[in-house]
């Protein structure tokens, strides 16, 4: 990709090739010889990381594919079988998932970098334009992405993000018609965005092979910001830029995995584990931490049509961006206020991303405005203005000399700068939370699980009480229709025995047919079957229970939750709490207490302490001595709380036990790994100083 | 400059280079293992898969059902002694696939033939009680099979394969 290649194969084989499609010597000039400046750091890997990421994307979508079903009906729980039945399903689903966080991730670091460096200056415009066009792309598949397991999130989000477009005047509404091939969010807006979630990956992959040739026609820009001019100046792409690459990918890597086998839902939101309703919007409803920020944006418009053309302006902005920062020193370490500006702007996009999660209500309305505000001054008036009155430190002859002059001492003068800039940022965001903690209910009170941490694993009695608990009470009025009973005997689960999954499953009375004669007939349960509903349907179960369905708790413990707030949850990143269903699943079971004088209960409900409102349809349903267990545990509404809790962990995630397992065998081995890859690095790049 | 100078320490280098090379195979490989293991069959299917229970009761003498087990179409055929006999008495040596009837059928319920339905050739579906050997005839490339689902003329290369089942009762037998 960067003119015509010097490559001359000697092998006869490869010369013939050669001598008719020159692509091994496209390849060697584009990724062995090209010229690549010594001094990158860090921060340039992630270009290697988004590519790695694009292609686990594509491979990981390729395969979910494979198991998916684009229907209204099917999607969601085709998404579960995936989890539950297909070999490492999970680990695919996570990776996917979780991938789609990380790439964004990965390209915010690498919009990041483009920004503080002048990565967008001449000659490299039209870079920076592909890549601001990939990144569209990015948005555009992460959304329909997240529509298809069909939760109520990705209903919801696809129903406010489609009716963005409604904003348009006159032909707002048939654009909305259009978009969902329908009068509202259904199958057919499912199916094709399921087919372009498949199509648009490929796109972004042309777009990114075009991206890769306009930085190797340009060549890469680097910290000091000053073309390579020499050979001194560059070392060859391999093996320098490889090992640097592979280890910044393997760092990633540990990351990455981290979410993988231990926060897979860190991320996510529940309430996505409650399938699409198109008749309840949920409470709080929020898109995909990655669009917090132009969501923040969106609703810091009062006016809808203002709202949607603030929002796209503040992605179509950065098109602009090589004309509005006209200043002819490229990097920000050459320019004491751009980078001071630059840290702030980083931290105006954070502030923007938390208000984005927080309801439209009061300070955080105000506060986003006022970001809001900050965005659009960085790019329109504060980038021209700096570029003309700024007065930039001398930048170094040449890309050699700043290596030269780094191997003496180098003082890191924004460091201060940015603790600042965290440090208000973070009293900033407390305070935040605090003016909202007031009037909030009370959060369950965490329980000590032992599935909790990094070697959690389900204690298989209390899985067997829970079962028990489940079956004598709770399926009563509740289903469990995801879960099967031959799950009973699978590892990591209660631990039966094929013959007493057999039993167990014979106790259970099946509806199945036609036979022959074409009719419904009864039969004994199979360990194939899945556990039968209490009721027909939902509007049986609707009738049967004061008019609220008392909802399916196959994965009831993955789509309760509740806030933990700032900073606590940035500590459970690292100490993996993620038990916050069960400890609401256990709360709520516990929480029938004697009402407050000051709260009316209608006829027909109940007063629960830890139910959002507190108001409840369904009656308290354990008692003391109401189910008697075998193992001899004592029979109090405490014990059965816990049992049937930790039974609903394992129903909601049967695989829990292999995650974690996988998991410490994956990070053992990247520990290793990138230890290694940094020794190599070190080894290769000793050659270069 | 590609190659780091092998001036010191030669062998260390090497060593490491190695040691990365390796771990980055095997690090790979076992990436691989789940990519390629989640092509079979998933667990709802293997459980799907268990066996099936039939009634043979229904069944008149020359008739023959058709039921199915892990997607496959089995053959269970009430068979008359005209044609027990015209199987038993085939040379066997003189046929493709040389396989007595005993060895078809279980002991002591010699009417009964179990057999996948499933042309040996290239998987078709063979029909019932059609060609010139009171068996199976397959429509796709006209193999035809005997009254014991032995292949005797046409393409295929091999019988109807007998499925695992055995005698649950008299009258019910247990497939897979």
Not at chain 1, 516 to 522: L, P, S, T
Not at chain 2, 102 to 112: M, S
Not at chain 2, 153 to 158: E, K, L, W
Request: hydrophobic share 45%.
């Amino acid at each position: 990709m960067s003119g015509p290649s010097t490559y001359q194969p000697t092998n006869p084989a490869l010369k013939w090739i050669e001598r008719r499609l020159p692509i091994i010597g496209l390849v060697h000039s584009s990724f062995v010889a090209y010229p690549t400046p010594r001094n990158l750091n860090y921060w340039w890997t992630f270009g290697a990381i988004l590519s790695m990421m694009l292609g686990l994307q594509i491979l990981t979508g390729v395969i979910l594919a494979m198991h998916y079903t684009p229907h209204a009906d099917l999607a969601f729980r085709s998404v579960e079988s995936i989890v539950r039945d297909v070999n490492y399903g999970w680990l695919l689903r996570n990776m996917h998932a979780s991938g789609a966080s990380m790439f964004f991730l990965a390209v915010y670091v690498h919009m990041f970098r483009g920004l503080y460096y002048g990565s967008y200056k001449e000659p490299r415009e039209i870079l920076w334009i592909l890549g601001v066009i990939i990144y569209l792309l990015m948005m555009a598949t992460g959304f329909m992405g997240y529509v298809l397991p069909w939760g109520q999130m990705s209903f919801w989000g696809a129903t406010v993000i489609t009716n963005l477009f409604s904003a348009i005047p006159y032909f707002g509404e048939s654009i909305v018609t259009l978009l969902w091939g329908g009068y509202s969010v259904g199958n057919p807006t499912l199916n094709r965005f399921f087919s372009l979630h498949y199509l648009l990956p490929f796109v972004i992959a042309g777009v990114v092979v075009l991206h890769i040739w306009a930085l190797h026609v340009a060549g890469q820009n680097n910290p000091a910001g000053v073309e390579a001019k020499t050979e001194k100046d560059t070392v060859p792409f391999t093996p320098y830029a490889t090992i640097k690459d592979a280890f910044g990918i393997s760092c990633f890597m540990l990351f990455f995995a981290w979410f993988i086998f231990y926060m897979p839902n860190y991320l996510g939101d529940a309430d996505n584990y409650i399938p699409a309703n198109p008749g309840v919007t949920p409470a709080h409803i929020v898109p995909e931490w990655y669009y917090l920020p132009f969501y923040a944006i969106l609703r810091s418009i009062p006016n809808k049509l203002a709202g949607v053309i603030a929002m796209f302006s503040a992605i179509l902005v950065l098109l602009f961006l090589p004309w509005l920062d006209t200043a002819k020193t490229r990097s920000s370490k050459y320019r004491p206020l751009a980078k001071q500006f630059f840290w702030v702007f980083v931290v105006v996009c954070v502030l923007l991303g938390y208000l984005g999660a927080q309801p439209p209500e009061g300070i955080y309305v105000i506060a986003g405005r006022i970001l809001t505000g900050c965005y659009f001054a960085y790019f329109l008036i504060l980038l021209p203005l700096l570029s003309r009155i700024e007065k930039p430190r001398p930048i170094p002859n040449s890309i050699a000399e700043d290596v030269l002059a780094k191997t003496g001492g180098k003082a890191a003068p924004m460091v201060p700068t940015v603790i600042m800039l965290a440090v208000a940022g973070a009293l900033f965001a407390t305070s935040v939370q605090n003016a909202r903690a007031e009037g909030h209910e009370e959060a369950p009170p965490s329980q000590k699980w032992s599935f909790a941490g990094p070697f959690g694993k389900f204690d298989r009695g209390a899985l067997q009480r829970g079962l028990k608990v489940y079956k004598e009470v709770c399926s009563a009025c509740h289903s469990l229709s995801y879960v099967a009973f031959r799950n009973l005997g699978e590892p990591g689960g209660p631990g039966f025995s094929p013959a007493q999954v057999a039993a167990f499953a014979a106790e259970y009375t099946i509806k199945d047919g036609p036979n022959d004669q074409g009719d419904m007939f009864d039969r004994p349960g199979r360990p194939a079957d899945y556990f039968p509903s209490p009721f027909p349907n939902e509007q049986a179960a609707r009738a049967a229970n004061g008019g609220a369905a008392p909802p399916d708790l196959s994965l009831i413990a993955k789509a309760r939750s509740y806030e933990r707030g700032f900073p606590t949850f940035i500590f459970d990143f690292f100490t993996q709490f993620q038990e916050q269903g069960p400890n609401y699943v256990n709360a709520l079971l516990e929480g029938f207490e004697k009402k407050p004088a000051d709260i009316t209960i209608p006829k027909g409900s109940y007063y629960n302490k830890y139910y959002p409102g507190h108001v409840i349809k369904m009656p308290k349903p354990l008692a003391d001595g109401l189910v008697t267990f075998d193992d001899g545990s004592p029979a109090t509404v405490a014990q059965y709380a816990k049992d049937v809790t930790t039974f609903l962990a394992w129903t909601a995630e049967p695989h829990m036990e292999a995650r974690k397992r996988l998991g410490l065998q994956v990070f053992v081995f990247l520990i290793l790994f990138t230890g290694l890859m940094y020794f190599t690095k070190k080894k290769v790049w000793a050659a270069a100083h | 400059m590609t190659t780091a100078s092998s001036a010191d320490h030669p062998t260390r280098r090497d060593f490491l280079f190695v040691a990365t090379g390796a771990a980055a195979a095997v690090g790979g490989a076992a990436t691989l293992w789940p990519f390629v293991s989640q092509m079979n069959p998933d667990a709802s299917t293997i459980a799907a898969g268990a066996p099936i229970e039939v009634d043979l009761a229904p069944i008149a003498e020359g008739q023959d059902i058709k039921v199915f087990w892990r997607g496959k179409p089995i053959y269970i055929s009430h068979r008359t002694k005209k044609q027990i006999e015209e199987v038993r008495k085939v040379p066997v040596s003189s046929l493709p696939d040389p396989q007595p009837d005993q060895a078809r059928v279980k002991d002591g319920h010699d009417q009964w033939l179990v057999v996948i339905g499933i042309c040996t050739h290239l998987g078709c579906i063979p029909i019932a009680h059609e060609g010139n050997y009171d068996g199976f005839f397959c429509p796709c490339h006209g193999s035809q099979y005997d009254a014991s689902g032995r292949i005797r003329q046409g393409p295929a290369p091999a019988n109807l394969p007998v499925p695992p089942y055995q005698f649950v009762s008299d009258s019910k037998i247990q497939i897979g």
